[in-house]
């Protein structure tokens, strides 16, 4: 029941759901008292009393409430990344069946990044050369009422601006594909006092709908920045995702779209429904199943690996 858990509580209670929860502090936090919840003694129990589950935990707790919710056969949605490590997903995707599941990639569901795709899609600035995607956000400004330190992006376990932002790497591999080739520097400026990378820059090379791509995401900016560029052969694509804004320059005619009176939480509300349809249905969104969290956790894994090593891998 930490910020996304709790968004999504109050998202599904809106939609009319009962919402059981189990959270290792407790789920008395400032403003609990607009989520009417049960709470139970562990996650197990949790879900054993739940239709469909939201597994919010750190990352390194979601291969057991993953294996929970496969136990009683209850759908769920996972926050990213899938796992903080590949031992044991590839033996709970064989155990799953056709249990419906998705990974919680919702800037899937951003209205830019759909305005993009349809760009894309018509072919406005022609076969795309290279692409920028860029994050960045100040990991002591997250929660300015609680100590940094003590969120899971600076945790032993779960910390580290590369597992934490696989949205970016994610968003880049929906868009152009599986890259064949990763590359990852990092660093750790000693100014955030925490353990893991606070910088990372990837460079994905032989996607098959784009030459090279190249993703910047640190802990360190102090205005909070999304934004993506794609350079082609008929113009340019530059959007910011958090003013949901759009540029196209082409050839011929040029575009400025900024969604009105944008609000985040519809991206999520859109998330949410896409996976209660896909229950409904009882067959998951195969671009957002498992499988897909597992491809995205491998690239990230391999983009750590990369900057310790300091050489490329190839997937």
Known sequence: ???????HAKNLQSMGFNIVAFDPHGCNFPGSESINLTEFESAEVAIRHADIAIISSPHSSHL???????????????????????HGLNDLKSEMGDLVAHVGYNLRFHPTVHRVLEHLKSGSVGRILHSTFEYGSYLPGWRPSSNYLQNYAASKD??????????????????????????????????????????ADITFTEQPGCNVTHI????????????????????????????????????????????????????????????????????????????????????????????????????
């Open 158 to 199: 779960d910390g580290g601006i590369i597992l934490d932002d696989i949205h970016e790497i994610d968003l880049a591999c929906h868009i152009f594909g599986m890259p064949g080739n990763v590359q990852c520097v990092t660093a750790n400026t000693r100014t955030l006092g925490i353990a893991h990378e606070e910088i």
């Open 1 to 7: 029941m930490g910020s996304i858990g709790r968004r």
């Open 216 to 315: 910047h995401m640190d802990y360190l900016q102090r205005i909070p920045t999304r934004r993506i560029k794609m350079i082609g052969t008929q113009g340019t694509i530059e959007c910011d995702l958090n003013a949901a804004r759009i540029s196209v320059f082409g050839t011929e005619k040029s575009e400025i779209y900024t969604e009105e009176s944008y609000d985040p939480n519809v991206m999520y509300i859109n998330e949410m429904v896409h996976f209660l349809n896909a229950v409904s249905s009882g067959k998951s969104d195969e671009t957002l199943s498992i499988q897909a969290g597992i491809q995205s956790l491998k690239i990230a894994l391999l983009a750590k690996k990369s900057a310790i090593q300091r050489r490329s891998g190839e997937l």
């Open 64 to 86: 057991a409430h993953m294996r929970a919710c496969v136990k009683f056969r209850r759908p769920f949605l996972v926050e990213k990344p899938i796992a903080s490590a590949m």
